[in-house]
């Protein structure tokens, strides 16, 4: 199998993914403002303080959207976070039942099992049920879940699950969730993955199945590429998860796209879908700094934050050369050194995102700013944008409908399971969006968005 992957991400590196000659970018009317694929489960809002009055809303903008681009100096705003994310607020995760027969429970002394993958590879463990890690810290490399099961924490509080004891020192990663399983992770930290062997990597989880993890945070691995995670052919949705300080260290032979995706990568034939995420201070030694999306693969991202991640190549935020959508999302703060096998690139690097090869981008309501080295925005020969609507790009880039300076406060926590950048009181950035053309309800923290909608993943009303 592993063989077979491998001419595949040659073939696709020699053939398909070669941008060709071809005419300027090609706008395509897009049918609809909605994205192809959203997020459909339950996200309930925390109810809107009833004493806190409303904000009066600027006036939409004429139907030109005339703005005038604004000085402004690039400074990366990412700020240090706490060792782990903020309990969720919105979805909370409910207490496992340890005496439900369908519960199997995992901690060092007094559980069913003292390891995950012999809970998971017991004759017993049937498909549907749940394996329950008691521990608060446990220490297992190179789990491979191979049957549809549940892997939760503790709800409320921390269960770690490490590769090894201090980051760096493992030798595989955390995770393998085989092709054929339909597994969910919640409520988990994936820390300290290190695969030394596989070419393909994903430090922290390597997805060839169906994979749902919600409410996880995947911190301080390293990988070939896909530093936290790789998708390698599969269908990953994650919710309410935060990928962070994860390395993209691009140790690897040619043809495997080395260094991309230092928080998450999408391989070819993969299908990733991520909403009320945040990816942030990640690196690559290549290319997409926080996410890379492979050519003949699609991902969705809704209201998600892509902060202060870096690469040494193209994209220091986002690379893609497949079918991108971004909706209500805010990328900030990013930057790309634009150094691809020892030599620059020129003005293309792309701090922000990057669209090269083939890849279509669709974007709405989506804010880029602040993003340091070769603009904002970047679309190759061959790049064809679906739609471009009621996004705000600072620097003018990628023909935005507004540009300038969209003043965003610093990464925090302002509610919810992730971190934002809100959105400060006179930002030219709130109540632009008219209600007809609000494609999301909620912002990435939950909170319900009040027409006129803000631009990007945090809604500034109270």
Request: hydrophobic share 35%; proline share 7%; with cysteine.
């Amino acid at each position: 199998m592993k063989r077979m992957l491998s001419l595949l991400g040659l073939v696709c590196l020699l053939v398909a993914c070669r941008a060709t000659a071809a005419p300027p970018i090609t706008v395509v009317p897009a049918p609809s403002l909605l994205p192809s694929a959203t997020y459909t489960g339950t996200y309930t809002p925390t109810p809107v303080p009833t004493e806190m009055p409303s904000p009066t809303a600027p006036p939409s903008p004429s139907p030109t959207r005339t703005a005038v681009i604004a000085t402004v100096t690039h400074t990366p705003t990412s700020t240090p976070m706490p060792a782990l994310t903020p309990t969720a607020t919105n979805t909370p995760v409910q207490p496992v039942d340890a005496d439900d027969p369908n519960v199997l429970t995992v901690c060092a002394a007094g559980c069913d099992y003292a390891r995950i993958q012999d809970a998971i590879d017991s004759p017993s463990t049937e498909a549907g049920m749940t394996v329950y890690v008691a521990d608060e810290v446990h220490t297992e490399a190179g789990i491979v879940v191979a049957k549809s099961l549940t892997i939760r924490g503790r709800a409320g509080e921390t269960s770690i699950v490490q590769a090894h004891e201090r980051p760096g020192k493992a030798l595989d990663r955390v995770f393998t969730i085989a092709e054929g399983a339909n597994v969910t992770i919640e409520a988990l930290v994936i820390r300290h993955g290190n695969p030394r062997e596989d070419t393909r990597s994903g430090g922290g989880i390597l997805n060839q199945g169906k994979l749902t993890l919600t409410h996880s945070l995947v911190r301080d691995n390293i990988a070939n590429c896909g530093g936290g995670i790789l998708n390698d052919g599969g269908t990953l949705t994650m919710v309410d998860c935060t990928v962070r300080d994860n390395l993209a260290d691009g140790e690897g032979p040619v043809g495997y796209g080395c260094g991309s995706g230092g928080a998450v990568k999408n391989v070819e034939g993969g299908i990733l879908n991520m909403s009320h995420c945040t990816l942030v201070d990640n690196r690559a030694l290549g290319k997409g700094g926080g996410l890379h999306v492979s050519c003949k693969s699609t991902a969705t991202l809704t209201n998600c934050t892509i902060s202060g991640n870096e690469a040494t190549g193209r994209g220091g935020g986002i690379h893609s050369k497949g079918q991108l959508t971004l909706v209500h999302c805010t990328i900030q703060g990013n930057s790309a050194k634009g150094v691809v096998r020892g030599k620059g690139v020129g003005d293309q690097a792309a701090g922000g995102l990057a669209i090269r090869g083939a890849g279509t981008l669709t974007m709405t309501a989506t804010l880029i700013a602040n993003n340091p080295r070769d603009g904002d925005c970047m679309l190759g020969e061959s790049a064809v944008v679906v739609s471009n609507e009621y996004n705000w790009i600072e620097d003018g880039s990628c023909s935005p409908a507004y540009t300038g300076d969209p003043s965003l406060a610093s990464l925090a926590d302002n509610g919810g399971a992730t971190w934002t950048h809100a959105l400060a009181s006179d930002s030219p950035a709130h109540g632009v969006i008219p209600e007809e053309a609000c494609p999301v309800r909620t912002d990435q923290r939950g909170r319900t968005r009040t027409p006129p909608c803000d631009v990007g993943a945090y809604e500034r009303n109270p």
